[in-house]
């Protein structure tokens, strides 16, 4: 056995009071810490649209009945032996179904590399990982704002990182010019996160025509699309047209990279189902591309938990449960949007100056209503509304019960 | 504009190459893949009834039923470092509910994904927070710890362990090597049922070890896989780590449930850091976050409530421990049927330490091409290092692996 390298310290560490004096208390996490604010507040009246989890109108956590009956169907009955590092076969085939299209060319030829992830957050760190690992000189491009953890997940995987514009507060809108301008100077065989539907934190979606532009750019300057899709469905209702930005983008002749998460359209947040595929050449590629893939995953975690998986296995491929599917994350979405009208005539009944109309035009889970920090502070201490500080509110947190103290609390905070 | 994809510029993963199995998974993929009905799978350590069929254990089904039926429940995040009943009775599982690091509050437990994560999260701390990057593996070790630490970030070089002549522990050689490392390594130690040898130190040289590490301040990270699946008895498979934690000094420790709860694909498996003080387990929690949240978030909650469910309900422990027993023993009694039909057939050789070591495998001694001339003659499917997993085994199977063997040792090229 050889002798290593002189370590960093020539104390013997037992010598000192203790390895980790020196660790110092991490900041929270900026999202999830909202929550644990709010379960710690006692005040009857608190209301979280803090963290992006569904929740009925009666502020409930929902699980959705097609999963209850999947659970039902799967009790009892499987082992529970290792998955593939991959995952579950059939779920990954039933993911990138649902991404792609049934009859997808991409898929009948083969040429997708599928593996089943830790949720969206899994398949954006192993993507991350591979993207290092394959091509360590190339860059991310991340837009302004994203979830923050984005940039968590780039960073530890030790690539480059680089934003483009997206978001123009003076429109609550797209910044479709500057957003182009700035892909436009990243270099060739740079890759770029975008989210596929319901942008996370603004609620701000290209439109079909501005998808168009962009894929046309990405063809002529070589660079790589990577979709971050945590909102299949939930965001219009519609699953296939939540896609369609993967489908524009695919008809061009792309090859992509998408991840998908199940956390929120099947409700299935704490179990951690999400698939990442790429597409690759050809049958061959998609082959290597899996295994090499799997040789990251299996220092991580070995294999995907089950569970999760075969919830979604069982709803997508049995038909009546996919169409209860439909129905469900309809009512999901819908909601929402329900919730979103709800907000914006509220504010504007209180008679409030400003213009509120992003509410509905933006899409999703989030609204991001243009507040600052303090007031965003001074909703958390006067009126104890928790969200995070970049004025996200989680509009699935929204029910009928609080619509009304949310709009006169932030018609107070912006008056 | 109309390109198709393989006119256009070729993928940006056109470099790529495939990449080879893994060494382990890759005997199942082998197995599966063989249309021969005898076939006999020894490779995955997972382990299996006398029928060859996995075993979901009872009070796991129990368990689910249990969580099934609640509606109450829901599939929310767990937070960051999970599912915090499963943490604290994970930790009182391994450490004794009258831990000093738990009575003292000086430990932090995060739920991981099993064994792999749970090291995994470790080694990706202690990257970033300790201050001698290096980690020492035991020779031979469990293949996929090597990429663990890598990935992460740390330096990795070994230990002697295995002795190759004895077929028992290199004591002295560990002595050494341990001694030798640069003062305040990571050592990883297998707390019981050395996987892929299945052999453990006494828990005389246990001390012996323990003082080594401590007089060169070195940390101590513990895997466990196998607690109570080695001996029968979760007391007694968590000695080893309870002699260090009584010592007052820091360590860590991986544990998983994959075996010892059958939880295998559930991912199931959790993180201890015991440090001198409760002010820096908090700040150590805290920073365990921020390696977590960009990996996969929090970890999945379905396993997780079904050991918390067990660990909390005295009668589901208690028949949790009979089922754990049963099958250690069914294990052991195949170690002494293999024995017996080796010694039968006059098997040339000493075949002791196949009663001696511990836990789910048994390292045969068999080289390489003894192995693969088993793999091709008798389909016999196992790692190439001539590990094999007696949990894989039968009363039907014993005399195939027997045969086997025998042709194998007498006949095939050395």
Not at chain 1, 232 to 258: K, N, P, W
Not at chain 1, 293 to 302: D, F, G, K, V
């Amino acid at each position: 056995m050889s002798t290593a390298a002189a370590p960093a310290s020539s104390v013997p560490a037992g010598a000192r009071s203790g390895w980790w004096e020196a660790v110092q208390p991490a900041a929270r996490d900026p999202i999830l810490g909202v929550t644990e604010a709010f379960l710690a507040d006692s005040d009857p009246k608190k209301v979280n649209v803090g963290v992006g989890a569904y929740r009925n109108d009666e502020g409930k956590p929902v699980v959705l009945e097609c999963v209850r009956k999947a659970e039902q169907i799967i009790a009892g009955k499987q082992n529970m032996e290792y998955l593939p590092m991959g995952g579950l076969v059939k779920f990954n085939d039933l993911s990138v179904k649902l991404a792609y299209g049934d009859t997808a060319p991409v898929l009948e030829e083969k040429r997708v590399a599928a593996v089943q992830t830790l949720s969206g957050t899994g398949a954006c760190r192993l993507f991350a990982d591979f993207q290092k690992r394959f091509k360590p000189d190339s860059r991310i491009y991340i837009p302004v704002p994203t979830w923050a953890n984005h940039h968590n997940i780039w960073r530890d995987a030790r690539v480059e990182a680089h934003t483009f514009r997206y978001y123009k507060p003076s429109t609550r809108g797209l910044d479709f010019e500057g957003l182009m301008e700035d892909l436009k100077k990243a270099p060739e065989g740079s890759f770029v996160l975008l989210h596929a539907c319901a942008h996370n934190p603004t609620g701000v979606d290209p439109t079909a025509d501005q998808w168009k532009e962009m894929s046309q750019l990405f063809k002529s300057n070589r660079l790589f699309p990577f979709f971050d899709m945590a909102y299949q469905g939930f965001a219009s209702g519609d699953t296939v047209r939540d896609a369609q930005a993967i489908r524009i983008f695919m008809e061009d002749g792309h090859q992509l990279a998408c991840a998908q998460s199940f956390a929120k359209n099947m409700g299935l947040y704490g179990q951690r189902v999400g698939c990442l595929s790429v597409v690759c050449d050809n049958s061959q590629q998609a082959v290597n591309v899996k295994s090499q893939l799997q040789q990251i995953a299996r220092p991580m975690y070995s294999n995907p938990p089950l569970h999760g998986a075969q919830i979604v296995t069982t709803v997508l491929s049995d038909p009546e449960l996919k169409e209860q599917w439909y129905k469900e994350v309809k009512v999901m979405a819908d909601r929402i949007i329900g919730m979103r009208e709800a907000l914006k005539s509220n504010l504007e009944k209180l008679g409030s100056s400003l213009p509120w109309k992003h509410i509905t035009e933006q899409i999703g889970m989030f609204c991001y209503s243009g507040l600052t920090e303090d007031q965003v502070d001074r909703l958390t201490k006067e009126f104890h509304i928790y969200m995070t500080r970049n004025g996200r509110i989680s509009m699935a947190g929204v029910t009928t019960g609080n619509v009304e103290y949310l709009a006169n609390a932030i018609h107070e905070v912006t008056k | 504009m109309e390109a198709t994809a393989s006119a256009a510029a070729a993928s940006v993963f056109d470099h790529l190459e495939q990449a080879p199995e893994d060494p382990i998974l890759g005997i199942t993929v082998a197995y599966n893949k063989d249309p021969h009905p005898g076939k006999v799978n020894l490779g995955v350590g997972a382990y299996r009834t006398e029928e060859g069929k996995p075993l979901i254990l009872n009070v796991v089904r129990r368990a689910e039923e249990r969580l099934l039926a609640d509606r109450s429940k829901n599939k929310e995040y767990l937070p960051i470092t999970g599912l915090a009943d499963f943490n604290k009775r994970s930790a009182m599982l391994i450490l004794g509910s009258d831990s000093p690091a738990v009575v003292e509050k000086r430990l932090v437990t995060a739920q991981c994904l099993s064994g792999t994560g749970s090291l995994r999260v470790g080694a990706e701390f202690l990257a970033r927070h300790y201050g001698v990057k290096l980690v020492f593996l035991p020779t031979p070790t469990w293949g996929n710890h090597f990429k663990v630490f890598m990935n992460a970030g740390l330096a990795v070089k070994t230990y002697r362990y295995y002795d190759n002549k004895t077929r028992g522990l290199d004591y002295e050689g560990m002595l050494e090597d341990i001694g030798a490392a640069p003062s305040g390594s990571v050592i990883l130690l297998h707390a019981c049922a050395h996987n892929p040898t299945g052999v453990d130190p006494t828990p005389q040289q246990w001390e012996g070890i323990r003082q080594a590490i401590r007089n060169r301040g070195h940390l101590p990270f513990f895997d466990s896989a196998y607690q109570g699946f080695a001996s029968g008895s979760l007391d007694k498979d968590a000695l080893a780590v309870r002699t260090f934690v009584a010592d007052g000094g820091e360590c860590f420790i991986a544990q998983s449930f994959a075996k010892n709860m059958g939880l295998y694909g559930e991912r199931v498996g959790a993180l201890s850091i015991v440090s001198k003080s409760s002010g820096v387990a908090t700040r150590v929690e805290s920073q365990l976050k921020l390696v977590i949240r960009p990996m996969y978030s929090n970890p999945p909650i379905h396993g997780a409530s079904i050991v918390a469910l067990v660990l909390g309900d005295g009668d589901l422990f208690s028949e949790w421990t009979v089922e754990l027993k049963g099958m250690a023993d069914r294990i052991i009694s195949m170690r002494h049927k293999l024995y017996d039909a080796l010694r039968a057939r006059g098997t040339p050789g000493d075949w002791t330490h196949i009663l001696k070591q511990i836990g789910m495998f048994s390292f045969t001694g068999l080289n390489k091409e003894q192995v693969q001339f088993m793999t091709r003659e008798y389909r016999i499917y196992m790692t190439l290092d001539g590990r094999i997993s007696m949990a894989g085994l039968s009363l039907k199977t014993v005399p195939l692996l027997a045969d086997a063997i025998h042709a194998a040792v007498t006949g095939a090229k050395a």
